[in-house]
């Protein structure tokens, strides 16, 4: 608040915590130099986000009472050096990443995805052989081209402020995006072309840009975390990890392409995928992205929704828990199928009973069943993303009975619903929240005065639960079954176009306009 004397000679500000991050930095100018010693480092634009300072400092974990004091010393005797804010790469290259998460997910992602759900539909049949590229190509831009994107783009940009640093050569950070960007169009047409001559060229050259991009990825957030002088903390473990599953899937998904390119028989190529597939959605889904949802969720969920903290703290046993499981999963799962011998199966199942375990015990770990003290319109879809997180890991212990009880080898059905549940449940509303709540405040935009995005909630659980049940059902009715699942895709593409248009039209709002990938400086020129 500002007080101000009867002839208006001597102005007194005092601030307080519920006191705006933007209104701190209007009436002292000044005292953007303390925020972005405490880790604002551009959040928020020129004036900074709307939050205020309470959530500042929880966020940040900086000592509000010192923080005050800091900034009313600022406010009480300015400091003769003048600040002057100026945008730098650093603070705009997450939205280069997430508009191009946007633009694939609602074309060649959901939007493909969703016509070739509608063509099993109307097949009545998932394996139809006819289908296998655009449906690996549909994979293949959704981990890279959705969850890539997205965790590479929040990377860059929340993790030196995490560490309250600077990002380390962002330059290779810019270069990064074109090497992944031009992967994936590479990989999605080596998909499409094979087995022609031209998609082992375009194979070669997608497995190369991609994990010259996950490398430089790696090597900037080391070389910032180098950089910092905060203490580690133990969610660290968990993206530090996620980070070596995520080179091990991109090198295995080069190499699961050449597999398929050069299998020599339908019934080779069928063996092929059947012993690579399975490990690399594994590592890609469990090892990579739910890992860097789990260490993301730890330093930022709480915080930001003001969730206490757990009575007991069990990061160490679900660190261990996911990566345990994981491994034992692959493990078993490869010699199962290699040796056919009975007790790899044991080991199997052992991996997927621990699977819901790990789930619950993140759930609990993070509070997202609490009462958030610092409520958002965002909250909701991180709720029912561990909501989706424990059905789908619960899924897992049933499916060698389900396979027994159906007659299946193998229930590709099954194995199918609970991948939904995952990739799209989990992985995808954790996307859809997080960054329709960390886009306003980087906007410097006040989320109360916008959407509730109750619609697109509503409509993406609506056909996400639709496909999990349908898909289930297809063994059972498919006469029923077939003919609904088809829609569901759209059901989801529609959610998803519906957030897809707010979140870019608040990235457009900053003064700068610089998120334009085509006025973007080349690659190496900004460092």
């Not at 001597?10 to 925020?35: E, H, W, Y």
């Amino acid at each position: 608040m500002v007080l101000r004397g009867d002839k208006g000679d001597k102005v007194m500000s005092q601030i307080t915590a519920n006191t705006s991050v933007a209104d701190i930095v209007k009436l002292c100018p000044g005292a953007r130099r303390i925020f972005d010693e405490y880790g604002l480092k551009g959040c928020g634009g020129e004036h900074g986000p709307t939050e205020p300072l309470r959530f500042f400092a929880a966020v940040h974990q900086a000592n509000l009472d010192e923080l005050l004091w800091e900034i009313n010393a600022e406010m009480e005797k300015p400091s003769a050096r003048p600040y002057a804010y100026k945008e730098s790469l650093q603070d705009y290259i997450y939205r280069r990443f997430f508009k191009a998460g946007v633009a694939i997910v609602l074309t060649v992602g959901c939007l493909w995805g969703a016509i070739n759900l509608l063509q099993i539909g109307l097949g009545k049949n998932f394996l139809q052989l006819r289908l296998l590229s655009p449906i690996h190509a549909h994979a293949h831009a959704m981990i890279f081209g959705w969850v890539g994107m997205f965790v590479m783009g929040f990377a860059y940009q929340s993790f030196p402020r995490f560490k309250n640093t600077t990002l380390s050569r962002p330059g290779l950070a810019n270069l990064s995006f074109y090497l992944l960007g031009s992967g994936i169009v590479a990989g999605m047409a080596a998909e499409i072309l094979l087995p022609t001559p031209v998609s082992f060229v375009l194979g070669a050259f997608s497995g190369a840009m991609e994990i010259a991009a996950v490398v430089i990825f790696m090597s900037v957030l080391y070389r910032t975390a180098r950089k910092s002088i905060e203490p580690h903390n133990l969610y660290e473990k968990f993206i530090a990890s996620s980070f070596i599953w995520f080179l091990l899937g991109t090198v295995l998904e080069a190499v699961f392409f050449f597999a398929k390119a050069t299998a020599h028989s339908e019934h080779g190529l069928i063996m092929r995928i059947a012993v690579i597939d399975g490990p690399l959605r594994d590592i890609q889904l469990l090892g990579f992205a739910a890992l860097i949802i789990a260490g993301v969720s730890q330093r930022f969920v709480p915080h930001v929704y003001g969730l206490r903290k757990p009575e007991h703290d069990r990061q160490t046993l679900i660190f261990w828990l996911i990566n345990g499981s994981l491994l034992l999963n692959i493990i078993s799962y490869v010699l199962l199928l290699t040796t056919h011998k009975v007790y790899f199966a044991i080991g199997l199942e052992l991996a997927y009973m621990l699977m819901p375990l790990w789930a619950a015990l993140l759930a609990i770990q993070i509070g997202v069943f609490q009462k958030p003290t610092q409520p958002d319109r965002t909250f909701k879809f991180v709720r029912a993303a561990y909501v989706w997180l424990v059905i789908a890991c619960g899924m897992m212990p049933f499916f060698p009975l389900y396979g027994f009880l159906t007659h299946q080898v193998f229930a590709h059905t099954y194995m199918g619903s609970h991948r939904h549940a995952f990739t799209v449940g989990f992985i995808s509303m954790m996307i859809l929240g997080v960054s329709s709540r960390v886009v306003p405040i980087l906007a410097g935009i006040d989320a109360k005065q916008m959407n509730s995005l109750w619609a697109p909630f509503l409509l993406f659980n609506a056909g996400c639960a639709g496909r999990v049940v349908l898909q289930v059902l297809t063994d059972f009715v498919p006469y029923v079954a077939y003919p609904l699942i088809g829609f569901t895709g759209f059901i989801e593409l529609s959610a998803l176009l519906w957030w897809g248009i707010e979140l870019w039209r608040t990235m457009n709002v900053t003064r700068t306009r610089r998120t334009n990938v085509v006025r973007a400086p080349f690659p190496l020129a900004a460092r």
